[in-house]
T-cell receptor, first 114, second 117 residues
Framework: AQSVSQHNHHVILSEAASLELGCNYS??????LFWYVQYPGQHLQLLLK??????LVKGIKGFEAEFIKSKFSFNLRKPSVQWSDTAEYFC????????????FGQGTELSVKP | EPEVTQTPSHQVTQMGQEVILRCVPI?????FYWYRQILGQKVEFLVS????????KSEIFDDQFSVERPDGSNFTLKIRSTKLEDSAMYFC???????????????FGAGTRLSVL
């Protein structure tokens, strides 16, 4: 069955540190890839997405992610985190032959210390 | 940015009771979804809905669950007889299209936390 793995359950960083959150998926076909963020008490918000083309995608708030097809990975990065990036981050995958549903990873909680 | 609205934010119920979770999708969206997240676990797909019909449902979405679009704006998830294991955060989402097009972006609500006692 298709699955998504996020390797880090909880990441603690100081402000200005660089961030990389891992995401791997298990499906071999064509996929769409997403990162969502949930700030405390708020809705899941789309950070960035990959459908096709340039495997390096840029999203909101300085985040970017790189799709590496050979590694089935879609890691999220930010060069310098801020306290306001404290949130939970979810990687999600949609495969071409499985309708519209998203398959989520378990989420990574990011805590940024001021 | 348009938002998906969910009410209530927290619902407490007794085991065996019926609950209805409500969602107002983004106004021009045609596809609607429910997901849930049990504490400490992954966000899981429950059901997708289009044109007053279920498009797809997961194994979780058994006969205890139903969805409805009772009017032009609301999209509801009903659990007929709640169990302890139904305690979770329930997320509603909507999208303009379905399938693999670039407009198929799912926008999520803030969730309803259901606590079954």
């Amino acid at each position: 069955a298709q699955s998504v793995s996020q390797h880090n359950h909880h990441v603690i960083l100081s402000e200005a540190a660089s961030l990389e959150l891992g995401c791997n998926y298990s499906y071999g076909g064509t996929v769409n890839l997403f990162w969502y963020v949930q700030y405390p008490g708020q809705h899941l918000q789309l950070l960035l997405k990959y459908f096709s083309g340039d495997p390096l995608v840029k999203g909101i708030k300085g985040f970017e992610a790189e799709f590496i097809k050979s590694k089935f990975s879609f890691n999220l990065r930010k060069p310098s985190v801020q306290w306001s990036d404290t949130a939970e981050y979810f990687c999600a995958v949609r495969s071409y032959n499985q309708g519209g549903k998203l398959i989520f990873g378990q989420g990574t909680e990011l805590s940024v210390k001021p | 940015e348009p938002e998906v609205t969910q009410t209530p934010s927290h619902q407490v119920t007794q085991m065996g009771q019926e609950v209805i979770l409500r969602c107002v999708p983004i106004s021009n969206h045609l596809y609607f979804y429910w997901y849930r997240q049990i504490l400490g676990q992954k966000v899981e797909f429950l059901v997708s809905f289009y044109n007053n019909e279920i498009s797809e449902k997961s194994e979780i979405f058994d006969d205890q669950f139903s969805v409805e679009r009772p009017d032009g704006s609301n999209f509801t998830l009903k659990i007929r007889s709640t169990k302890l294991e139904d305690s979770a955060m329930y997320f509603c989402a909507s999208s303009e299209v379905m399938g693999q097009g670039k407009k198929n972006i799912q926008y999520f609500g803030a969730g309803t936390r259901l606590s079954v006692l």
